[in-house]
């Protein structure tokens, strides 16, 4: 079992950033592919960025590229969103997603292949 538990989110203007943090226990999440999903009033949830533990692979959303960055610190059993560059349609709330140790990388967009989540930290990001 893992619990994660995210922090960091707040109030913003467009153009500022933000940092958000996921703290997993409950074991190591050193093998795990480890994401960052959002979801806006009456959206679905969708991926914003996702961490193998495969090589190292990242994965971004279109929307995002080049503005968020995902990190893991292995050590810490954390991994964080770095957000520049915020823009209103980032307002979300954004949930810290894991998977089973040692399961596949890719399709990282799927919610299903997530067996774990976070209760979410919400970003609003006003114009």
């Known amino acids: 079992q893992v619990y994660l538990v995210e922090s960091g989110g707040g109030l913003v203007q467009a153009g500022d950033s933000l940092r958000l943090s996921c703290a997993a226990s409950?074991?190591?999440?050193?093998?795990?592919?480890m994401a960052w999903f959002r979801q806006a009033p009456g959206k679905e949830r969708e991926v914003v960025a996702a961490s193998s533990w495969r090589r190292g692979d990242t994965y971004y959303a279109d929307s995002v590229l080049g503005r968020f960055t995902i990190s893991r610190d292995n050590a810490k059993n954390k991994i964080y969103l770095q957000m520049n560059n915020l823009k209103p349609e980032d307002t979300a709330e954004y949930y810290c997603a894991a998977r089973n140790q040692y399961y596949g990388g890719g399709n990282y967009p799927s919610r299903s292949s997530y067996h774990y989540w976070g209760s979410g930290t919400q970003v609003t990001v006003s114009s």
């Open positions: 409950g074991r190591t999440i050193s093998s795990s592919t």
